[in-house]
């Protein structure tokens, strides 16, 4: 069973930054996508960014493109996604997620979610 579990959200002024961490278990990643969506208070989810398990693909989504770098660290299996120049707009839930397949673009085959994490950005 594939768990994954994201930290790093918080309270954050206008301009500053953030790390968020995602910690996966239960299987072995080798051939998997990772992403990371947000989902603000009555709006739809959207696509922050994606990164394979190679590392040699990625995505960002054209919401906080440039100011979000992904990344992973395979012996931890651990994905981050680093914030910058954070907004008042990016207040959201952030969640990670996984598609068991080696690079994939379609939301639809993200099968498994972590709880999320609160980003909160004050103005």
């Known amino acids: 069973q594939v768990q994954l579990v994201e930290s790093g959200g918080g309270l954050v002024q206008t301009g500053g930054s953030l790390r968020l961490s995602c910690v996966a278990s239960?299987?072995?990643?080798?051939?998997?996508?990772f992403g990371w969506f947000r989902q603000a208070p009555g709006k739809e989810r959207e696509w922050v960014a994606g990164?394979?398990?190679?590392?040699?693909?990625?995505y960002y989504g054209d919401s906080m493109k440039g100011r979000v770098t992904i990344s992973r660290d395979g012996a931890k299996n651990t994905v981050y996604l680093q914030m910058y120049s954070l907004k008042p707009d990016d207040t959201a839930v952030y969640y990670c997620?996984?598609?068991?397949?080696?690079?994939?673009?379609?939301?639809?085959?993200?099968?498994?979610w972590g709880q999320g994490t609160q980003v909160t950005v004050s103005s």
């Open positions: 239960g299987s072995t990643f080798t051939k998997y996508s």
């Open positions: 990164i394979s398990w190679s590392g040699g693909n990625t």
């Open positions: 997620t996984v598609a068991p397949i080696g690079w994939s673009l379609v939301e639809s085959e993200y099968r498994y």
